[in-house]
Nanobody, 126 residues
Framework: QGRLVESGGGLVQAGGSLRLSCTTSELTFSNYAMGWFRQAPGKEREFVAAASSRGSLTSHADSVKDRFTIARDNANNALFLQMDSLKPGDTAVYYC???????????????????WGQGTQVTVSS
C-alpha cells in the first residue's frame, strides 16, 4: 500500500455526483498541502483542486469551480473531492497528491507535489 490511497471513483451519468477520498497512514497529514489532479487519455495531467495544510485555503480550477469542492479532515487523515453536476468531459483518472508545507498556501502545479496516489477512474456517461 502506497503513501496515498484514493477511492470513490466509478461510472456515473451526466449530472450525477461522486465523492472521492484520499487517505494516508504514512504521512503526518496535517503537515502537507494536498491537491487533486486528473488525467484523461492522451492528455496531460491537470490541476483540479488544492487545499492548504490546515484546510483554511482552497483553490479550484475554473473548469470545475461551482461543481467540485475540495475538503480535508486532518483528524482522520483524509482528503475529499465532492463532484457534482458531472459532465462527460470530467472523465479521467483522478489522483491525489501531497507536498510538505506548513504555510497557508495552495499549490496548482504537477511538479509542486512530492507524493502521488495510484489514481481512481471516474467515468461520466452522456
Amino acid at each position: 500500500q502506497g503513501r496515498l490511497v484514493e477511492s470513490g471513483g466509478g461510472l456515473v451519468q451526466a449530472g450525477g455526483s461522486l465523492r472521492l477520498s484520499c487517505t494516508t497512514s504514512e504521512l503526518t497529514f496535517s503537515n502537507y498541502a494536498m491537491g487533486w489532479f486528473r488525467q484523461a487519455p492522451g492528455k496531460e495531467r491537470e490541476f483540479v483542486a488544492a487545499a492548504s495544510s490546515r484546510g483554511s485555503l482552497t483553490s479550484h480550477a475554473d473548469s470545475v469551480k461551482d461543481r467540485f469542492t475540495i475538503a480535508r479532515d486532518n483528524a482522520n487523515n483524509a482528503l475529499f473531492l465532492q463532484m457534482d453536476s458531472l459532465k462527460p468531459g470530467d472523465t479521467a483518472v483522478y489522483y491525489c497528491a501531497a507536498r510538505w508545507a506548513l504555510t497557508t498556501t495552495t499549490y496548482t502545479g504537477v511538479h509542486d507535489y512530492n507524493y502521488w496516489g495510484q489514481g481512481t477512474q471516474v467515468t461520466v456517461s452522456s
